[in-house]
């Protein structure tokens, strides 16, 4: 059972999802004040913070399994130049397929707008990620660049393609933790993880 204090800053964080969720729509005057505030406290009283996700994993070993991973993945508002601050450096995103639509991938966030990248390749020129832009890579050491399918094949993706960040893992029924994050991502996230997290869920609809 969660604490006071948890439920408190889980309640702060649903409140600030739901805002955000709705603001841009506001803002263009597409709702009215009180659909506003219906879309606000219906996602606060009664939507989630996170969803399950299926992933092969075959990337991101050894941090998820290659048989195959059912992921608690924390909901995002949609990220922009204004909402970088909701991912940080070290986080594993699960992002939009920039070639595929409807498929997700899950990488490690490497770099954000404004960070400079240099290529090992002395041809390549270094580059300065766009305000939009940043760099996601996966972390299986045993794949080529090319096989790895990340940044290094497909280039910057926008912002706006993260959709979540992966925070819990389950490998198998006896096999499961905190995904490892960044330390500011994972200090958000805890109370998120403290009320919505259900293993026995998570081992209902995972695959084999």
């Known amino acids: 059972m969660a604490s006071i204090p948890t439920w408190v800053r889980y309640l702060?964080?649903?409140l600030e999802y739901s805002i955000t969720l709705s603001a841009k729509s506001y803002r263009k005057e597409k709702i009215s004040d009180r659909e506003f505030l219906g879309i606000v406290c219906k996602n606060l009283f009664h939507g989630k913070l996170t969803y399950l996700h299926w992933d092969k994993g075959l990337e991101m070993a050894p941090t998820l399994a290659t048989h195959g991973n059912t992921l608690l993945v924390r909901k995002l508002p949609i990220l922009d130049a204004n909402h970088a601050r909701y991912v940080f450096v070290g986080d594993a995103v699960v992002l939009k397929d920039p070639n595929e639509s409807g498929r997700y991938l899950v990488r490690r966030l490497a770099a954000v707008p404004g960070c400079e990248l240099v290529s090992n390749d002395e041809k390549d020129e270094p580059f300065v990620l766009e305000k939009?832009?940043?760099?996601?890579v996966a972390e299986n050491q045993e794949l080529k660049p090319k096989e790895a399918y990340d940044s290094r094949t497909f280039g910057p993706i926008s912002m706006?393609?993260?959709?979540?960040?992966?925070?819990?893992?389950?490998?198998?029924?006896v096999d499961h933790g905190p995904v490892?994050?960044?330390?500011?991502?994972?200090?958000?996230?805890?109370?998120?993880?403290a009320v919505e997290l259900d293993v026995a869920e998570m081992a209902k609809n995972h695959q084999v």
């Open 12 to 14: 702060a964080h649903k």
């Open 132 to 136: 939009d832009q940043c760099w996601v």
């Open 160 to 173: 706006a393609d993260i959709v979540g960040r992966a925070i819990y893992c389950l490998r198998t029924a």
């Open 180 to 193: 490892s994050n960044s330390s500011d991502a994972m200090h958000e996230d805890s109370p998120v993880l």
